[in-house]
C-alpha cells in the first residue's frame, strides 16, 4: 500500500527537482469525482442578454456547457504533466444570478481509475468561462472570469475533501 507524501512533497518534482509524471500504476482503480466552479461577472444588460435568448451567437449556455465539456476530455494536452483519464461523466452547470450580476459554473467529472480528476473539472469550468466571455465580449468587455477553485473531490486513498 502506497503512503501519502508528506504535505511539503511536490509530487511532480523527480529527487533532482526535475519535472516528471507521477507513476499511478500501482495505485488501485477507484470511483472519483471532482466538483470545480468559475463564476462570470458582467453588466445587468448582458446577463439579460444571455438569459432572454437573443444573443445573435445563439445559445450562449448551450455552447459554454459543450465547450467545458470538450475542455476536461482534453486536459491531458493542455496541462502537461496529467494523466490521459477516460472520463465517465462530465456535466457543466450554469446558471444565471441576476442578484449578483453573474453567471455561475459547475462542472463535475467522475472516472474509475488511478488518479483524481481534480485538473479535467477545474479545466471545465474555466474552458466554460473563457466561451462564455468570448461569446459575450462584444456586448462587455468588462466582464470578469473569477473565483475559479476546486470545490469538491472524493474518491481514492485521499477520500472526501470539500472546499
Known amino acids: 500500500m502506497n503512503t501519502p507524501p508528506p504535505l511539503d512533497t511536490l509530487t511532480h518534482l523527480d529527487e533532482q527537482g526535475r519535472a516528471h ?11 472519483r469525482t471532482a466538483t470545480a466552479e468559475a463564476l462570470v461577472t458582467m453588466q445587468p444588460a448582458t446577463l439579460a442578454l444571455i438569459q432572454s435568448g437573443g444573443h445573435k451567437k445563439g445559445d450562449v449556455f ?3 456547457r459543450i465547450a467545458g465539456i470538450q475542455g476536461a ?3 491531458s494536452s493542455l496541462i502537461p504533466l496529467c ?17 449578483a450580476s453573474r ?10 481509475g488511478q488518479t483524481g480528476v481534480e485538473m479535467e473539472a477545474l479545466t471545465a469550468a474555466s474552458v466554460a468561462a ?3 466571455y468570448d461569446m459575450c465580449k462584444a456586448v462587455d468587455r468588462g466582464m470578469r472570469i473569477e473565483q475559479v477553485r476546486l470545490l469538491e473531490k472524493a474518491g481514492g486513498r485521499s477520500g472526501l475533501w470539500l472546499a
Open 21 to 31: 509524471m507521477v507513476d499511478v500504476g500501482a495505485k488501485p482503480v477507484t470511483e
Open 103 to 112: 453567471v455561475r459554473i459547475l462542472a463535475t467529472c467522475k472516472v474509475a
Open 73 to 75: 476530455k482534453q486536459c
Open 130 to 132: 473563457l466561451t462564455l
Open 83 to 99: 494523466h490521459p483519464l477516460l472520463l465517465t461523466s462530465v456535466k457543466v452547470e450554469l446558471s444565471a444570478e441576476p442578484d
Open 62 to 64: 448551450a455552447v459554454a
